[in-house]
T-cell receptor
Framework: QKEVEQNSGPLSVPEGAIASLNCTYS??????FFWYRQYSGKSPELIMF????GDKEDGRFTAQLNKASQYVSLLIRDSQPSDSATYLC?????????????FGRGTSLIVHP | EAGVTQFPSHSVIEKGQTVTLRCDPI?????LYWYRRVMGKEIKFLLH????????ESGMPNNRFLAERTGGTYSTLKVQPAELEDSGVYFC????????????FGPGTRLTVL
C-alpha cells in the first residue's frame, strides 16, 4: 500500500464548477497535511495546509481533513482554467525533530472553458 | 525576495559520468532539503540540512550520492558515477524555522542519464 494515494486523473471540470481532489494516507501518526500545486515544468507551490480535523477555507480553496478515515481533500470552488495543474498531497509526521513530508503522485486537474 | 534557485535546469550525461547539482536556498533559510522525482513516481525525500549539518539523510539511495552544504549557504548534490535509474527531476527546498514552516521549492534540475 502506498503511503499517500491520489487518483492520477486527469480530473476534468468545466470552468466555474467545483473541483474535488482526494488523498488517502496510511500513517496514522501523520500530523500535518499539505496541498501543493505544480504547473508543468515548474516547482511545487504550497496552497493549503491543515492540521486539525474539519475544514479550512482560504479563498476559493477548502481543505478537509478526516483523521479517523485517513483522508484529506481539496475543494476548488469556481474553478478557472488557470487552476489547471497537478495537485500534490503531502503528509508529515514529526519524527526525531525531522519535518519531512511524504508526497503522493499527484492528481492532474484540467479546467476547460 | 529571490526564491530557491537551482543549477543547471537540465543535465544530460552518460552512464558512469559525474554530475553536480547546485541549490541556492532563500537567504536566511537554515533548512535545506533535497528531493527527487523519478518519472511516474512521487516526489521522494533525499536529505535535510540544518545550516551545514546533515539532519536527516535517510532518503539518500546509495553512496553514489554525496550532498554538501559548506558554510551553510548553498548546497551541492553530486552523483558519481551516475546510473540510468538516477534520471529524474531533483528538487531543492528551503524553510526558515525547524522545517515546520512552509518549504519553498526550487524549479528543479532535470537529470537524464543515457
Amino acid at each position: 500500500q502506498k503511503e499517500v494515494e491520489q487518483n492520477s486523473g486527469p480530473l476534468s471540470v468545466p470552468e466555474g464548477a467545483i473541483a474535488s481532489l482526494n488523498c488517502t494516507y496510511s500513517d496514522r501518526g501523520s500530523q500535518s497535511f499539505f496541498w501543493y500545486r505544480q504547473y508543468s515544468g515548474k516547482s511545487p507551490e504550497l496552497i493549503m495546509f491543515i492540521y486539525s480535523n474539519g475544514d479550512k477555507e482560504d479563498g476559493r480553496f477548502t481543505a478537509q481533513l478526516n483523521k479517523a478515515s485517513q483522508y484529506v481533500s481539496l475543494l476548488i470552488r469556481d474553478s478557472q482554467p488557470s487552476d489547471s495543474a497537478t495537485y500534490l498531497c503531502a503528509v508529515r509526521r514529526i519524527s526525531g525533530g525531522s519535518y519531512i513530508p511524504t508526497f503522493g503522485r499527484g492528481t492532474s486537474l484540467i479546467v476547460h472553458p | 525576495e529571490a526564491g530557491v534557485t537551482q543549477f543547471p535546469s537540465h543535465s544530460v550525461i552518460e552512464k558512469g559520468q559525474t554530475v553536480t547539482l547546485r541549490c541556492d536556498p532563500i537567504s536566511g533559510h537554515d533548512n535545506l532539503y533535497w528531493y527527487r522525482r523519478v518519472m511516474g513516481k512521487e516526489i521522494k525525500f533525499l536529505l535535510h540540512f540544518v545550516k551545514e549539518s546533515k539532519q536527516d539523510e535517510s532518503g539518500m539511495p546509495n553512496n553514489r550520492f554525496l550532498a554538501e552544504r559548506t558554510g551553510g549557504t548553498y548546497s551541492t548534490l553530486k552523483v558519481q558515477p551516475a546510473e540510468l535509474e538516477d534520471s529524474g527531476v531533483y528538487f531543492c527546498a528551503s524553510s526558515n524555522r525547524g522545517g515546520y514552516n512552509e518549504q519553498f521549492f526550487g524549479p528543479g534540475t532535470r537529470l537524464t542519464v543515457l
